[in-house]
């Protein structure tokens, strides 16, 4: 029996989903899940917290479905996060080498600590600091270069970025349900984590995860992360065109988009239909699985040019030889993977685990706790470099258990169940 002082907790934080995990690293170097749970997620829009009462009450009611499973309380949780102005920045720090011409720690350490004390304009705080390359002496480094010879050394780093607010809004929720905050972790850096191998980053990736509210991207380059961009248009906005598109309800729309959605038209049968149920006075509506569908793509190539503008960004856009993986709720329409394709001109599939947790083996094929496997992955294998410092609380937990802190990440999903049985829709 693993010691609960060895678990870490992480939660993905999404605009329509929020997933909690539990678990640890074991003897094997595996990493173990003990306990999950997911919800919908409320009082969060595009990514970011609104409602404080609401998202408060939705994580707590997560937190509190694995405290029944570990049967202890939950006090520190990391977090997977993407709200819509988060964003990477590249920056630059140079030094003289203090070690008689040699690289050593202690200089690759000052840098890192200089580029935490950074100030930003425009109330952001950086949130990570991810090292991309070194150069000595004008020689390039991609690795560890401690004990290199060389009297220059320059750091080259990409810092995710969040506006202050969203910190503070984060702080506001987990204050109000008495559990500390862990690392925060951009959310398409977690996914990226759960689903691409190290292979797929060094010969070029994207990880592509539309979800609810939003689509975030990050782009590899030779095991490095390029870029990343969170694009404030998802999955809602696709349900919002049915709405008005086919002039019927929101919550029948959804259920239109994940029942019977595709995303390339001209591959749609035209002979399908779906029929309305009655409401009020009004007679039943018929719409084609063909014009739901091109309601769908005129949509999604909309969203596919916003990331091919954010892709040309990354300045690698012609040496991702692994092509675009392709994740969250949005990705599982039909035909998906190939309007990818057309639109990017690159190699498009949907995401599977990169690695085999051990658990309840239903996590393996449940896209929806893929941000929160690879957030708990970088926590457990200590591969995020903490930069947050923790606030003081106004309100916590006594009893239970102090779960060691963690490094955060996350992912979004789509609604996978709807309120109302009786609400759904004939096929004809």
Known sequence: MVSKSNLSVVIDIGTSKIA?????KNEQGKIEVI????????????????????AANSIENCLSELEEQLDEKIQ????????????TIDFHKSRFTSDDGVVSQFD??????????????????????????FVVDDEIIVQNPVGVTGRKIEAYYKLVVMPKPYIENLHRVFDKIGVEMGEITLSTLAIAEAVI???????????LDMGAGTTNIAVYHESMLAHTAVIPFGGSVVTK???????????????????????????????????IPVHSNLEAKEISFRSLAYIIQARLEEIMDSVNLEVEKSGVEEKLGAG???????????????????????????????????????????????TALGL????????????????????????????????????????????????????N
């Open 35 to 54: 306990a999950y749970a997911k919800g919908f997620s409320k009082g969060v829009k595009r990514g970011v917290i609104y409602n404080i009462e609401e």
């Open 197 to 207: 191998t190290d292979d797929e980053k060094e010969m070029g990736a994207i990880v």
């Open 324 to 370: 675009v993986v392709l994740t969250g709720g949005t990705s599982n329409l039909e035909q998906f993977s190939s309007l990818v394709k057309y639109r990017t001109g690159k190699d498009a599939r949907i995401a599977n685990l990169a690695f085999n947790p051990v658990g309840d083996k239903k996590l393996i094929h449940d896209s929806s706790y893929f």
């Open 241 to 275: 065109d049915i709405k008005e598109g086919c002039a019927i309800l929101l919550k029948w729309a959804e259920q239109l988009k994940v029942k019977y959605g595709g995303a390339l038209g001209d591959f749609a049968d035209d002979q399908k239909v779906v029929t």
């Open 108 to 133: 690759v350490e000052h840098l890192y600590g200089e580029v935490q004390k950074t100030e930003f304009e425009q109330d952001y705080t950086i949130i990570q600091v991810i090292p991309t390359s």
């Open 376 to 427: 708990l992955s970088l926590v457990v294998n200590k591969s995020v470099n903490p930069i947050n410092k923790k606030r003081k609380k106004s309100k916590t937990r006594k009893d239970g258990l102090k779960f060691i802190p963690l490094l955060g990440r996350a992912v979004q999903g789509a609604l996978d169940f709807f309120e109302d049985e009786n609400d759904d829709l004939a096929m």
């Open 20 to 24: 909690a995990l539990a678990g640890f």
């Open 76 to 87: 520190t949780a990391a977090i997977a996060y993407a709200g819509q102005h988060m964003k």
